[in-house]
Structure formats: C-alpha cells, structure tokens
C-alpha cells in the first residue's frame, strides 16, 4: 500500500487540492491510519506554532511602539539627532533567569523589615517555597506537663536546648516537595540530601568593648555601632591603619533623604517631541523615615539598609566568586539593586530595569560591532617577586663572570688565593682572523682564508707590443710561442 | 510647529505633531487610518501615494504607512526574533532603516514585503558573525512564562520541540511558513510575494513541516 507523500499532506492540510488529487487524498486517508497520524501530528505543530508566534498584541502595545517609531521617523526625517531605541520588555540578552514567573507582588512597607526578611525567605512568593518551616512544631501534652512539673520542683535538668530539628517529619506535604537552591541551603544550614547533618552554628557576635574609648563615649547605642562598623570597613579597605590622622568628627542624627519627587508631567512646550516617556518604577513611602548617622560636614552618602548584611544575597563582586565557585551569579542590575528598594525600607534613588534603559545610543551606532575591553593582566606581588629574583639570579651570575675575567687564572705567576677563570680561547677553524696573513698553511694544498687570490698577483709590467707578437711572462718579446709544456716545466719522471 | 498634548499608556502627556494626530484620528478632513487594507501582501492599496508623499518629505505619510501594516509588520518580527523585546527592536531598526532609505521603497507594489525583508536583512546583519540566538528562550516569544497549567507539562515539551524545530529551519524555510500558518497566505500569493514557483513553495512548505515533525519524534524518542 502506498502512502501519502508529505508533499500531498502538507497540501491537503493547506486546503490547496482539488478534483481528483483531493478525491484520492481524502480517499486514502479514510482507509490509512498511519497516515492519519502523520498529517494529525504536521497538524498539531502547525497549532504549536501559530500558538507561539502569532503574537497577537493589543492596541494600546501598538500605539506605545507606534509612538517610539514615530519620534525616530520624524527626528530622521527631519535631519534632527535620533532619539535612543527603547524597549518595553528586556532583550534577550538581558533576561534574569531567576526572576519569578508571576508577576512582582506589590510592596509591603506597613510591614517594615520583618516583611522584607519575609519577602527574602520566600514568604508569600508563589513558586518558592520558605526557607523556614510555616508550620508551628508539634507540641507533645504529656511532655509538656512533665517539663511545668520539673520546672515547679526546680529541676532544670531536663530542660534541652529548643531546636527546630524534625518539624519536616511532622509537618504533612501535599503535593510536590520543592527542593530548595544550593545557596539557601548553605545559608540556611539545612543539610542537603545525601549530606551529614551538621550541627547548628550560633550566629557570632562581634563585641568591641576594649576600643570604646573617650571619644566614643556618651553616644548612644546605635552611634557606637556604627562607628565600630565604619572603622572595620575602613580597616578591611585599606590594611594600613589610620596613623595620626584626623580624630573622628562627632555624629549626629540626620534624616533620610526624602523619596524622589513624583514624576510631575511637563508642559507641552517644553517636552521633547514624541519621546516616550518610562514610568519610573514606583518607590514605597516609608511611613516612619530611619535615621543615619554620619559625621559632622562629611557628605551624606547612601549607605546599605542593615538588614541588607541578613539577608540572602548573592555576591557579584569578583573576589567572593571566586571564593564561593558553587554560587552562580548573574551579574545584572535585577541582581545588585538590594531587596529593600523594593520591599520598603530605607528610600532608594529610583531603579530602571534595563530594559526601560535607551538600548542605543544612536541610530548611527547601532550596526558597529560591540566592543568587547581587553582585560588588564594586573601583576600580583607574587610575580614581580618572583620576576625581581629571577632578575637578580641572572645578573650577579654575569657580574661574577666578569670578575673572574680579570682576576689572574691560577697557573700565572702571582696569582692569590683567589683562582682567575678565563674562558677558553675559541679558534674558527680552518682559518683564524687573528692569525697572521703570512703565516703558513698547515696543507698548502687547501685554501684558506689567507692563500692569496690570483688577482693579487703582481700583474706584468714592460711595454706590450701593439702588433700582437707573442711575448713571454715578463712581458718581452719571445722569440716562440710559449706553450703548455714550457709553462709547467719539465714533467717528472721522463 | 505645533503641537497637540496627547497622553501616553501611563497619562503622562507627550506631545505630537499635529498634523499626525490630525491624520491618525481622522479629523480634519483627513481619513482614519485604522483601515488596513484587506490585502496589504498582494495589492498595494494607498502605498503609493503613501510612498510617494513620504519620498517628497510629508513624515505623516510615512506614519500612516507605518499604521497601516504594523501589526502584519509585528507578526513578522516576532516570528524572525522568536523574542518580545528583540521584536520591538527589530520593529523600531526596520521602520528607521526604510525612513533612511525611501528612495528605494517601490512605488507601484505593496510596501509591506520591502519592510519585512528590510527587517529580514537588519536581523541577519546583527547576526552574522556572532552566536545564533536560543531556540528556546526563557519565555515563550509573546513574554508570557512557560507555564502549563491544566495542560501538563507535555503541552509546554511539544511546544518547545516545535519551536525549536523552527529556529532550526532555514531563514528562507521560516519565511515561507510564517506566510501560510501566520498570515494564511495561499500558494499563489506567497509565490507572488516570494518570488518563489509555487510548485516550489508548496515543496519547501511540505519538506519544513517533515522536518519539524522528525525533530518532534526524535525529541519524544529522547525523553
């Protein structure tokens, strides 16, 4: 039985037969199931397709994109610079693979940090699971009574340390158990599957009572803090310590900034033509604003929410990569704005996603090649060390030759203790450019770099006869041809 | 010049040319431009005069072109980029390169396959030489997440096959599918837009279509 060739598929799927091609298709497809099959699944791509590509977008989407390639065609047309090219939602290249598949639940600043530790862990996001259990341990009645009638009698010890340990096993799963990043884990001390439960770590406290010194006296809690805090970030910048320097200037309290004004619209004359204008990202008032403390006629600087030390964050500096190969990092704007620009703590300059960033500068520029920056080979002081006596190996080596040079060798007369050492005297064989050029010839035969050449043989002098008379090696007239044999003389031996 | 306050998705007012607003909203005796016309692959419509004033420097004519076959024009762009945010770029590279180069925009046919290969050239030239993009991206091409749902998984698996069949198919291949299953062009007309025989066209089509599907069984076959 013949089947149906693709081609006749794909045509009848089209609706691009007719008369008998179409009777003979359909004919076959009635008896053939395999052939069923076959158009039902080049049917079934063909609704995959249309499902994904057939991008179907709204009208308010056209407009707003009409509107971008509005501002370009009349700055083009009209010999005015381009406006950058603008996209709504990030490229390709500028996705975060992390970023949740819902959309950004909206800010909770009434709940102040314990919402953004929340946030953090997971609470309240779909999709990931808490990094802590949302369950209360189970309570055992009859342990409990006897723990009260212990406590009554004064016996503390059966009291244990409370733990969290096997809140999993109680705690019942209904559906699909998560398993939690790597990342999580470690932070979190939860052991991964396969691993050895290790103990619990006490999170360390840090205690800086023996420099609390004059300076620092009389200045509340929180100022002392953040005066300890600022001299470790100064001592971990920078190894040598402060010598003689300025003593620190008294703090104060001042306010945060205030949030960012809203976007207030511009008038129409003063707007730019037809250049769409980004929403900037919306920034959660802080109902009651935290204070910072910096010194006296410093500059106030944005300095990092504290809870931004607790939580979760993935390092992108280099150093700590390195340190941590395990953490995969995504070095991405998504990824360095902290949490708490979004969650509502301390206000935050306003954050642009990169992709309501200009994606070009200029038209002009877009079809350049991007350049890639060579990266700086920096030396590390192990190298210049190890270069430096490398150098140093090498020329006193050279120093020392030179030295034994002139020192007289130990068979000359009036040579010290200290033996000379002279190199050997290399002659180039077969003739020596410093040997005389009259001296002879171990095998006259050879030719050396001092047998003459025949030019430089005297060349006959005396006057020559004009009429092309023979004449002998000195230049008189001969009498008889001089021939071979009278040139060489008599052969030996005749 | 001036300019008439308009407000953008988000209420902040933007300004506009008057004249284009004038156009695009049909007042001022101008004429609405929410008319496409029915057959703006095959038939040229009013892209002539459309060209022919926007070659003579009138921008609104331009605009009402570009409004006329923007979303066939968006259809387009995402089925070459395959990716919401590339689309738009490509949309925004495409309508810049033809306003730089109207001199060469045909006259007396339809404008719309001279900017879909337009948009075709611009993506091969960023392309070339670099690596290809992901068949697959991290989101489906319309920006939507690959979730499920009520469907299965399997629904979401057939649908990454199929696209990654696609991205794998030629450039040309891609095109000639994208004009039947998208725009439901027939032979004849994908012929007349292509350049391509239609003995051909319907050959390539069929031949894309067994490719897809062999990656779809080999994918299953796999899993």
Redesign the interface.
């Known amino acids: 039985m013949n089947h149906l ?3 006749q ?3 009848a ?2 609706g ?1 037969l007719g008369g008998p091609s179409l009777e003979l298709v359909v004919h076959h497809l009635a008896h053939c199931h395999e052939c069923r099959d ?1 158009q039902a ?2 049917a ?3 609704d ?10 709204h009208d ?1 989407f ?9 501002a ?3 700055a ?3 010999g005015l610079p ?1 406006p950058p ?1 603008v ?6 290249s ?2 975060d ?1 992390y970023a949740s ?2 959309p950004p639940l909206p800010a909770r600043p009434e709940l102040g940090p314990a919402g953004a530790i929340a946030h953090e862990a997971g609470f309240g996001r779909i999709g990931l699971k808490p990094t802590a259990s949302s369950q209360a341990p189970m309570a055992d009645p009859a342990e409990a009574q006897r723990l009260l009638e212990a406590l009554e009698r004064g016996e503390t010890g059966d009291f244990t340390e409370l733990t969290a340990q096997d809140q999993r096993d109680h705690a019942s799963v209904d559906g699909p158990k998560f398993d939690l990043p790597g990342w999580i884990k470690q932070a979190s001390g939860t052991p991964k599957p396969g691993e050895a439960p290790r103990p619990r770590e006490v999170q360390k406290l840090e205690l800086f009572f023996e420099h609390l010194n004059d300076r620092n006296a009389n200045l509340p809690h929180d100022a002392v803090e953040e005066v300890f805090r600022r001299e470790g970030a100064a001592q971990a910048e920078s190894p040598v310590r402060d010598v003689g320097g300025p003593p620190l200037l008294p703090f104060r309290a001042l306010p945060a900034p205030p949030a960012p004004a809203p ?1 207030t ?2 008038t ?2 003063a ?7 980004v ?1 900037a990202p919306r920034v959660p008032a802080a109902a009651d604003p935290p204070v910072r403390l910096t010194p006296l006629g410093a500059p106030s600087a944005p300095e990092p929410h504290p809870l931004s030390r607790q939580l979760p964050f993935v390092s992108t500096r280099p150093s700590e990569q390195l340190e941590r190969p395990d953490v995969v990092t995504k070095e991405t704007p998504w990824r360095r704005a902290p949490a708490w620009t979004k969650a509502g703590g301390e206000s935050s300059p306003p954050f642009q996603p990169p ?1 309501q960033a200009p ?1 070009t500068d200029a ?1 002009e520029q ?2 350049e090649p991007r350049r890639r920056p060579v990266p700086r080979v920096k030396p590390t002081p192990r190298f210049a060390a190890a270069w430096l006596l490398a150098t140093a190996s090498v020329g006193g080596l050279l120093v020392l030759l030179l030295v034994l040079q002139f020192l007289p060798p130990a068979d000359s007369p009036g040579a010290t203790a200290w033996r000379g050492f002279r190199l050997p005297n290399i002659r180039f064989a077969p003739g020596d450019s410093t040997a005389p050029l009259d001296a002879p010839s171990l095998d006259p035969a050879l030719h050396s770099a001092t047998t003459p050449f025949p030019v430089e043989s005297p060349v006959p002098g005396g006057e020559f006869p004009l009429d092309g008379s023979p004449v002998d090696s000195t230049g008189l007239p001969s009498d008889s041809l001089a021939t071979a044999a009278d040139t060489l003389g008599p052969v030996p031996g005749r | 010049m001036r300019v008439s306050p308009a407000e953008n998705l988000w209420g902040v007012p933007v300004s506009i040319p008057l004249t284009v607003t004038a156009v695009r909203r049909g007042g001022a005796g101008g004429r609405a431009l929410d008319e496409t016309p029915e057959r703006p692959w095959t038939e040229p419509g009013q892209d002539p005069e459309w060209i022919i004033a926007a070659q003579r420097g009138d921008v609104a004519s331009l605009l009402a072109l570009v409004n006329a076959h923007r979303r066939p024009l968006w259809r387009a762009c995402i089925s070459i980029t395959r990716h919401l945010g590339e689309a738009e770029l490509l949309f925004q590279e495409t309508i810049a390169h033809a306003a730089r180069n109207l001199r060469a925009a045909p006259v007396a046919r339809p404008v719309l396959p001279w900017l879909v290969r337009l948009a075709r050239q611009i993506e091969n030239a960023k392309l070339r030489g670099r690596e290809p993009r992901p068949s697959v991206g991290l989101r489906r091409p319309s920006g939507e997440p690959w979730l499920a749902g009520a469907r299965g998984s399997h629904w979401v698996d057939d649908e990454q096959r199929s696209l990654h069949a696609f991205a794998q198919l030629h450039s040309d291949d891609q095109w000639l599918l994208t004009m039947r299953l998208f725009e439901r062009l027939p032979y004849a007309d994908i012929a007349r837009v292509t350049g391509i025989p239609v003995p051909r066209v319907m050959n390539r089509i069929a031949l894309a279509r067994e490719y897809i599907e062999r990656v779809h069984e080999l994918g299953e076959e796999a899993a």
């Open positions: 060739t693709v081609q598929l794909s045509a799927l089209d691009a076959r699944g080049l079934r791509n063909d995959a397709l249309r499902r994904l590509l057939s991008h179907d977008p308010f056209l407009d707003d994109l009409e509107r971008r390639v509005e370009l065609t009349v083009i047309m009209r381009v090219m996209t709504s939602s990030p490229l390709q500028e996705e693979p598949a819902e976007v619209p511009a129409p004359a707007a730019a033509p037809a250049v769409p204008v929403p992709h994606v038209y877009v079809n």
